[in-house]
């Protein structure tokens, strides 16, 4: 399934719903529960709004950011080139996502399949002069339009990814 997010953002809420339905489930008797639900959906939400803001940053460019997920792991990879099953592993996607966006990278001639050297089952994506373009011209608009300014100031953001840290890290995402 393949979320289209909106070009900008809705009217502001009158009041937080997130607020609400904290206070709503405290009323149901699950104040035990109030804190860990408001925050997973402050997650979610929050999650939901970065999507936006990035799809609609990289919408002009004409690329998805699954796809310059792809295409960044490339560029900065030693020669440009990694085999699919990497790429996989390192995006933390199962493999038919990675052959979808490699699929739409090499159609539109920003990656080439080629076989592995040494390994008959597997194949060597890399990058081409074209998309090593557009993954620079890709990252000049999210460092301008998303990641310069995500929203909070540079304490909060210090202190947000240190909290996620250990979120993921005791989640075994590291």
């Not at 002009?60 to 085999?83: D, K, Q």
């Not at 008959?120 to 002069?129: F, K, S, Y």
């Amino acid at each position: 399934m393949h979320l289209r997010y909106p070009r900008r953002m809705p009217e502001p809420r009158p009041l937080d719903t997130i607020a609400e339905a904290r206070r709503k489930w405290v009323e149901h008797g699950w104040a035990d529960s109030a804190d860990g639900m408001a925050a997973v959906t402050s997650l979610m939400r929050a999650q939901a709004i970065m999507s936006m803001r990035v799809e609609n940053a990289l919408r002009p460019v004409g690329i998805t950011f699954a796809r310059y997920e792809v295409l960044m792991l490339l560029v900065f990879s030693e020669r440009g080139s990694l085999p699919m099953s990497l790429i996989g592993q390192r995006l933390q996607v199962h493999q038919t996502s990675v052959t979808n966006a490699v699929d739409r990278l090499e159609g539109a001639a920003y990656v080439r399949r080629l076989p592995h050297p040494s390994d008959r089952r597997a194949t060597i994506v890399e990058l081409t002069p074209g998309g090593r373009e557009i993954a620079a011209k890709a990252t000049e608009v999210l460092n301008r339009d998303v990641f310069t300014d995500p929203g909070l100031g540079e304490r909060d953001l210090g202190q947000l990814v240190r909290v996620l840290g250990r979120l993921r890290r005791d989640a075994g995402d590291f």
